[in-house]
């Protein structure tokens, strides 16, 4: 999907405005999905990913008003930009709306530049916040990461899809990756050699370093007097 | 019953003096009078982990050496200096680090006898119960005279094929001139070597008492030489492994 293409649900009781809504958003190139009263649309709003909800204030057993509450208190949609429309056009309502945290308001009849234009900015916040989650879910793959290092359990594909980024994250995690390598081949390099720890000695070459010390006059005295030395 | 023991190394850089002040400063921690000589006239350098810059020396072991004063007079008592809270004391005899004085020791050298009668006029003066004698590395005539006088040697390495070579001809060197008790400590031991199988295998290579194997230490590393390691991290592992080995060296 496009950078301005996007699944919109557009909750509306009135049969000829969910048709009028759905033609002119596919015919914007959107994928559409409508329901026909506040219920039915929070239904499909748990049911389904969105990424902009169109939301008539004006419904009968469940208005606009109480989807958008159940929205925002909800952690997993609080962020889902929502369009409010009104025939209404008193001030009291498009407040109240906005109190709620609605994040625009559409007038009907509705202008199509009016509505391609919040769509748009609709759909733009929904895209930066989607790329802000997505960057501190990443984020928390190189923290993740780090505590599997120091717990030796480090897994160098786990940050594969971080590394894949072309910005500073990206950078740090193929950094990360690059060094958490060369430290897991230099321990293992290590533990090969433990593993094969042998001492040895060249028996023929310490003797004659030996011999070099040994056999001089200093050290012919000095071992004469050592016994002497000791007895003082 | 005082007790001399040499702090020696085949090469450089195993952490022998290190080892040797900390040491120093747990046999203090336990009520001793601790003395250390700085033997390692060409490169001296365990003055300044005990807190010793050049303005403080006065006198040196290459005063003594040239007869200028008496050994007692050189040495130089660091305890207060060391900011702790130590039972016991620790004094150095340091090494001179002037650049004239190292030319004209390493020119002329010395009467090496004169070093043997320093030990014990320095033990007695000073009613020390251990003198820590920090070498140079290698075997040259210091080092051997210091071995010989020496009732014990601790012979430091690092878990490496140069030091083990090395450290077989130092063995052997030390076995010829029967010095009465010889161990081993075995220094920055990279901590995924299984520590128990170094120390078997370096006792058997050897066949000589492994008396520590220390870990490398980041810790240790990152505080370098600012001072002494157990005063400033009293509380870390490797403090623990300092004391023992004190109590080794103290016999």
Redesign the interface.
Known sequence: MSAQTARVLVVDDEPINRRLLARYLEREGHEVATADDGAAGWEKLRAEPFDVVLLDVLMPEMDGYEVLELLRADPARRHLPVIMISSLEDTDSIVRCIELGADDYLPKPFRPVLLRARINAGIARKRLHDLELEYLEQVGHVVDAAAAVEQGRFDERSLDAVAERDDALGNLARIFQHMACEIAAR?DA??QQ?HE??????EA???K??AE??ETD??RD??H???A??Q? | MSRVVAFHSFRGGTGKSNTTANVAVQAARRNLRVGIVDTDIQSPGIHVLLGIDQSQIERSLNDYLWGRCEIADAAHDVTAGLHAELPGRVFLVPSSIDATDIARVMHDGYDV?LL?EGI?ALVGDLSLDLLLLDTHPG?N?ET??SI??SDAVAIVLR?D?QD??GT??TV??AR???V?EMMLVVNKT?L???HD??RR??AD?YGCDVAAVLPHSDDLMAFSSRGVFVLHRPDHPLAAMYDDLAGRIIG
């Open positions: 321990e290590l533990k433990v720890l042998r001492i040895e000695i060249d070459k310490a003797a370093q030996v010390i040994t200093y050290f000095l071992l007097k050592a016994d030395l000791r003082r | 006898s043997h014990n075997l005539e051997l005279l010989a006088v878990p094929q083990y070579e077989h001809v052997s060197v010829k001139l029967k009465p990279p995924v070597f299984d199988q170094v295998r370096v290579a």
